[in-house]
């Protein structure tokens, strides 16, 4: 799927748009609660727009992009780096390349296989040497070492990610706004 011109992403962004809620939502920095709201109205659709986990990741990285725009944090989002695709970088690669302890990557590997998040994990790894620095986003619970938010219908722990995100900006020193105080 060539995420650019496809069709979860604009079925994502016409709800966003067509939303009475989520401006209100955005103005007031809710945005677990616009995670949530996107998650409950749209997640049986855009997984029965294609393969589960590469929907439910789609849905990850747009949702992901708008709201750490809209909430000012500083990011990077599908970066080729040392051969490595990262799928979001905060703040960026020249933080990456001169203090890791404020760089976060987050993977959403699009898959619920157990090996291939591994895989996943052991580039980026090679890459971001502050192991606790990366997290993932997965589509349903697997057992691995990392720090994970789960995006799903039920048990959705990927709600909280913003506030956490801007947690460690604010901690790392790296979000200049702060405007998500935590």
Known sequence: MVEDCN???????????NSQ????????????????????????????MGEKEEAVGILAIVLLHYLLTNALITSQRKINYQGTEIDIVIPDIKTLEKDQKKTL?????????????????????????????????????????????????????????????????NVGGINKFKILRI
């Open 21 to 48: 809620t989520i401006p209100k939502l955005i103005s007031e920095k809710k945005f677990d609660q616009i995670i949530e709201n996107v998650t409950e109205n749209c997640y049986d659709k855009i997984v029965s």
């Open 105 to 169: 990557l987050i993977c959403i590997p699009k898959s619920s296989d157990v090996n291939t998040i591994n895989e996943k994990i052991s580039l980026l790894e090679k890459i971001q040497h502050e192991k606790e620095n990366i997290w993932l986003v997965l589509s349903k619970n697997t057992p691995i070492k990392k720090r994970s938010f789960i995006l799903s219908k039920k048990n959705n722990s990927f709600s909280k990610i913003i506030f956490e995100i801007a947690q460690f900006s």
């Open 7 to 17: 069709p979860i992403k604009e079925y994502i962004f016409e709800y966003i748009e």
